[in-house]
Structures are given as C-alpha cells and as structure tokens.
C-alpha cells in the first residue's frame, strides 16, 4: 500500500448541524470526493448524469455548500453576480433572487443539488478523511475516516479549498 499524507483541518466547535450517529461504511464505491463545496457537487452531479451512480462526498461540514455551509454571518452575500457564480442554475432550474446572492440562497442552492442529483444518498457527512491509501493489489483507493469508515473507491477527487477558515488581519 502507498500511504499519501493529508492535513484535514477541525472545525466541529462552531458546527451548525447535529451529528447524527451511523455505522461506518466498509463498502466500495466507484468515485469518492473529498469536499462537499461547488466542486464537490458540481463533479458528484455530472458523474451522475453521466450514469456513474455510486459517488460518496465526504465533508466535515454537517451538509454540502463548503464555504457557504460555515460562513452564516449577518449579510454574508456573493460578491460575484449569482448567474455567474451559482453552479448548475439551469440544471436546478434556480432563478436568483438578486444580482448578488446572499448566503442563504447559495447554501440552498447546493442543498437543491444535493437533493436533485441524489448525492446526500450516500454522503459521508460530519466526517473527516484521515487516511488516503492506493491498493496495488486491488487497483483501489483505501479510505479511512475519524468516524471508522473503512471503504474503498476506483477514483477520488479532492476539493478542500481553504475558504472556510477565517483569515484575520495581522
């Protein structure tokens, strides 16, 4: 086994949604992606339209949208225009509400795109990836979370993008 190392940053103090307990998976599935932000979705959503049917996201977030997911603050707004900036309008058929989406309606659109492409079915939320390890022999990435998962995936995806930790001036 070839072991790749990753550095998962914790976050569960501030966390807004109550873990719900679960047996650990020790199954395989065909795509497993690390994150469960705009990239996450927007890959777990064309995988399914394209017939792949058995993809985890996995987040330590307690529910898809990344960023969006943890910075819940007064007025916390897009500062792009939504049409630009919000994955998969067409797909979702989401009309937004303002040029520039506030953070309520950019958490329920990923919420939308969770429900419309069945990505919550096996999404391994409140969980974080603490090993990665490619399987010569099964031609297979192992992965091993700090909720006892142990399960298996032909293919991962990585989208842990630092957005959610606060950057505060010196």
Known sequence: LHNVAHSFPTRRSSDLTPRVARAPKADHVRFAFIGGGFAGLVTGARLVEHGVRDVRLIDKAGDFGGTWYWNRYPGAQCDT???????LLEETGHVPSEKYAHAPEI??????????YGLYEQALLHTEVTQL??????????????????????????GTGPLHVPKLPG
Do not use: H, K, N
Not at 81 to 87: F, K, N, Q
Not at 133 to 155: I, M
């Open 81 to 87: 225009a939504s049409m630009v900036y919000l994955p």
């Open 107 to 116: 958490l329920a659109q990923c919420r939308r795109i969770g429900q419309q």
């Open 133 to 158: 390890q490619w399987d010569d022999s099964r031609s297979c990435w192992r992965v091993q979370t700090d909720r006892g998962d142990d399960f298996t995936a032909d293919f991962i995806g990585l």
